[in-house]
């Protein structure tokens, strides 16, 4: 990995120390332990943990696993007895540090049995069809036993199913809902929107029962039939508590189970085409207002070819009752050989390029490799499970020495891209069951094997961003749909990592992929507008690839201030450089209200984190204001150094910030260059040296860039003074 500010700067993101409150009360918070939680849980001191793509890790004082409902609530009491902060944490299929704390990190993933009882107190007519959960079940669990589920009444098998899902199934069922996570579904919300009830277990372990206004239950049957624990007064039915909790990334409570909507299992015929993204722009309009259409999923090559166009794969879904009445249709296939041969490939024509040999002596190992794969799977037999992880290495080696010595081979890998991705997502018709073709990450893995529980931590890891953007929302000229605007600049950003017109040398050794979904009623899910569309941008490490998506993910920063500000995913990198805050969303007040509710007004902190924190969820934000002076200019060795005064003002309560960060650099460059920093004094000011920033092109002077920070404010940008 290269080493550039911008990556260090996202690692100390990362939890793995005591949060910035907790350093600044000093060594005596929290206080010394009371009451041991190892005796009301299974719970282990100092365990390491890790994230499945290798972006997380934390040594928490304890890692909790509680098995049943007491237990959870025991170790919340306990933790909070102790001074510490709780945090819950699936699967850990989030990039983000959403799920993580560095005090009591509690694992759901034993809370995954059905529970069953709501039936017994709905009272909504007509009755919905529901199934009663706890949370910490994982998605395959969940529609594994949704498909084998028996009628307790007549005992017959009645097949049930979810009603949408994003395209992998490895995280828990409070994860995705907590955090948004969603599939393609044109007309339909993310699966968070398939909620009806919430079971929380909040503060101090208490416990509440929430549905929105309009419930489907009888509060008086609940105590009877389901939850005798839950005091009337926590029962409640509001459309503004269901909305704020519904995803809250875990700062509302631990969710311990949810009454899921689900329905009779349906079966899908999803059908892919070669396109390009200039032909889908033309006809996007009425893709997205296909009402016989279920699903659509666009993947862009974002290497342009000779003539300017990018290839594309354009993706459909139709639903049918039962496949049997239809002409016979492939079923889902794992694209693992074609994969395979589109890699040796690859492999081949580097090789006919004669390349330096840095180059050759990966290729060969590669090759070797790619060869057994074949040869395995063409016998009919499955490779050595480290033969997957093993050629995704030397591929991520081989792109380096490519960018390092042979730079002039980038054309082959952008030429084979294309090929790649048809391997991987063939063009054509296929039906079957609803979950296999949605679940792709499990029946139809590039690289593995199909249908098998993935690994607790992957091997190799990655990053990955998603932007969300409204469909409607145009601007420019002509006007232009904010969403093909900014994939326009993704793929011209892509294009220019080359280290020919940028700084940043990168080669993209992932994917470009667009969904679009329909609304969320959650306060703070990403899925804002009628119809979102969704920008994920995926990569495998160690490529310098941090730096470009750090580079894409500011970019959202640069759209107007309005009701279509882009929003990035909760449980993908989401703050690599720039600040992004919870007021980006148009109910963050009202989300925050519930939250105060819940938090004894804000007092009450046991699930803030470091997420939380950098994103003013769970504390009411203070705001600044920043003026800049210039000084004077001084050349020293032909250098011009320019002295300015910057001063900062709180302007929610007046006066001056003390304290408070004040950084410059130089845009120009990628990662952007450190000028200069310092803090203010109790007067708010500060003053600071650094080279005059010159524009490239005519070498004249140029303001830099700065930023002011603190711990409970936002973050201020503003612009230097130039003399």
């Not at 907790?22 to 943990?49: D, E, F, T, Y």
């Not at 459309?239 to 899908?268: E, T």
């Not at 160690?542 to 995913?569: C, G, K, R």
């Not at 105060?596 to 984190?609: C, I, K, M, P, Q």
Request: glycine content about 8%.
């Amino acid at each position: 990995m290269a080493d550039i500010s911008l990556l260090q700067l996202a690692r100390s993101l990362q939890s793995n120390a005591v949060s910035g409150v907790v350093q600044k009360l000093g060594a005596k918070w929290p206080p010394p332990p009371i009451i041991s939680i190892r005796s009301v849980g299974h719970c282990l001191p100092n365990m390491q943990w890790t994230s499945y793509e290798r972006t997380q890790s934390v040594q928490p004082l304890s890692l909790c696993t509680p098995q049943d409902l007491t237990q959870l609530v025991a170790i919340i009491r306990n933790a909070e007895s102790n001074g510490r902060r709780v945090h819950a944490v699936g699967s850990g299929w989030s990039f983000s540090d959403c799920a993580i704390t560095a005090d009591v990190l509690i694992d759901t993933t034993r809370l995954w049995h059905p529970i069953q009882t709501v039936q017994q107190a709905i009272t909504a007519a007509p009755k919905p069809l529901v199934f009663h959960v706890q949370a910490g079940i994982a998605i395959h669990d969940l529609y594994i036993a949704l498909n084998n589920f028996i009628d307790p009444l007549s005992g017959a098998s009645t097949p049930l199913a979810l009603e949408t899902m994003g395209g992998a199934s490895g995280q828990t069922l409070a994860g995705v809902v907590s955090t948004g996570t969603h599939g393609g579904d044109l007309f339909m919300g993310p699966i968070a929107d398939s909620v009806l009830a919430i079971h929380l277990v909040g503060a101090s372990g208490t416990q509440y029962w929430i549905e929105p206004t309009a419930a489907i239950t009888d509060k008086s049957l609940l105590r009877q039939f389901v939850v005798p624990d839950i005091p009337l007064e926590n029962i409640i039915y509001d459309d503004d508590w269901f909305n704020a909790v519904l995803v809250s990334v875990g700062c509302m409570g631990v969710i311990y189970a949810v009454v899921l909507r689900v329905r009779p299992q349906y079966f899908l015929i999803e059908t892919t085409s070669a396109t390009t993204w200039q032909q889908f722009k033309q006809t996007a309009a009425a893709q997205l207002s296909d009402t016989s259409s279920r699903f659509l999923q666009v993947a862009i090559n974002p290497y342009s070819d000779g003539s300017g166009n990018n290839y594309a794969l354009l993706t459909t879904r139709k639903e049918v009752p039962n496949l049997p009445v239809l002409p016979p249709l492939p079923p889902v296939q794992p694209p693992t050989k074609d994969v395979v041969v589109a890699l040796l490939h690859l492999v081949g024509d580097l090789l006919l390029a004669n390349p330096i040999f840095t180059v050759q002596n990966i290729l060969g190992d590669l090759k070797q490799i790619l060869d057994g794969i074949l040869t395995a799977l063409e016998a009919g037999r499955l490779p050595n499970p480290s033969d997957f992880p093993n050629a995704t290495n030397l591929l991520i080696q081989l792109i380096n020495n490519i960018l390092t010595d042979a730079p002039e081979l980038r054309s082959i890998l952008a030429t084979a891209y294309s090929n790649i991705m048809s391997a991987s997502w063939p063009p054509g018709t296929v039906g079957d069951i609803s979950f296999k073709i949605m679940d792709a990450n499990r029946f139809r893995p590039s690289l593995g094997s199909v249908d098998v529980d993935p690994p607790r931590v992957d091997s190799v890891g990655g990053y990955s961003i998603e932007i969300f953007l409204p469909t409607n929302v145009t601007g420019g000229t002509p006007p232009t749909p904010y969403y093909i605007g900014f994939i326009d600049d993704v793929v011209r950003m892509v294009n220019a990592a080359d280290g020919t017109h940028s700084m940043l040398k990168t080669f993209l050794l992932g994917y470009v992929g667009i969904r679009f979904t329909g609304p969320t009623r959650a306060f703070l899910g990403m899925q804002q507008w009628n119809q979102t569309c969704s920008v994920e941008i995926s990569t495998l490490p160690n490529v310098n690839e941090l730096a470009l998506l750090t580079a894409i993910l500011d970019s959202i920063y640069d759209f107007p201030q309005n009701s279509a500000l882009p929003l990035p995913h909760w449980g993908q990198c989401i703050d690599l450089n720039i600040q992004g805050y919870g007021d980006r969303y148009p109910n963050y007040a009202k989300w925050q209200k519930v939250y105060g509710a819940l938090s004894n007004n804000f007092t009450t902190r046991t699930f803030e984190n470091a997420l939380s924190d950098r994103w003013q969820l769970t504390f009411r934000p203070s705001f600044m204001s920043v003026g800049t002076q210039f000084l004077h200019k001084i050349t020293v060795n032909q250098v011009v150094n320019v002295t300015i005064r910057v001063t900062v003002q709180n302007t929610t309560a007046g006066g001056p910030v003390e304290g408070a960060t004040v950084t410059v650099f130089d845009e120009d460059f990628l990662p952007p260059l450190k000028k200069a920093s310092g803090n203010t004094g109790a007067d708010g000011t500060v003053q600071l040296t650094y080279a005059e920033c010159i524009d490239p092109e005519t070498k004249t002077p140029l303001e830099c860039s700065g930023r002011v920070r603190k711990e409970r404010y936002q973050d201020v940008y503003f612009i230097t003074p130039v003399k």
